[in-house]
Nanobody, 122 residues
Framework: QVQLVESGGGLVQAGGSLRLSCAAS????????MAWFRRAPGKEREFVTF????????SYADSVKGRFTISRDNAKNTVYLQMNSLKPEDTAVYYC???????????????WGQGTQVTVSS
């Protein structure tokens, strides 16, 4: 069992930055692929990025590539999402997820956090 708790969301102006954190419980954190998804109002859940257990293999949605960076600290059981050059269209609830497979499909992730709101004003 893995419990995930996100933090770091908030209100920021376009062009600004935020850093999200996701703290995980459990001793097997380092064996999980960690991902971030987001859901904007009226839209379906959308893949943002994932990072392999080794911390080296990552994947990003085209919409955030070059602006967002995912990283993890297995010693702290935490995954991060650094978001730069934020745009109003990045406004969404951001969810952290843990799974066994490096995939963009939300159905393959077993554990989810409660989400943290990110609002980007124009």
């Amino acid at each position: 069992q893995v419990q995930l708790v996100e933090s770091g969301g908030g209100l920021v102006q376009a062009g600004g930055s935020l850093r999200l954190s996701c703290a995980a419980s459990g001793r097997t954190f380092s064996s999980y692929v960690m991902a971030w998804f987001r859901r904007a109002p009226g839209k379906e859940r959308e893949f943002v990025t994932f990072i392999h257990w080794n911390g080296r293999t990552t994947s990003y949605a085209d919409s955030v590539k070059g602006r967002f960076t995912i990283s993890r600290d297995n010693a702290k059981n935490t995954v991060y999402l650094q978001m730069n050059s934020l745009k109003p269209e990045d406004t969404a609830v951001y969810y952290c997820a843990a799974g066994r497979m490096p995939t963009m499909s939300f159905r393959q992730y077993d554990y989810w956090g409660q989400g943290t709101q990110v609002t980007v004003s124009s």
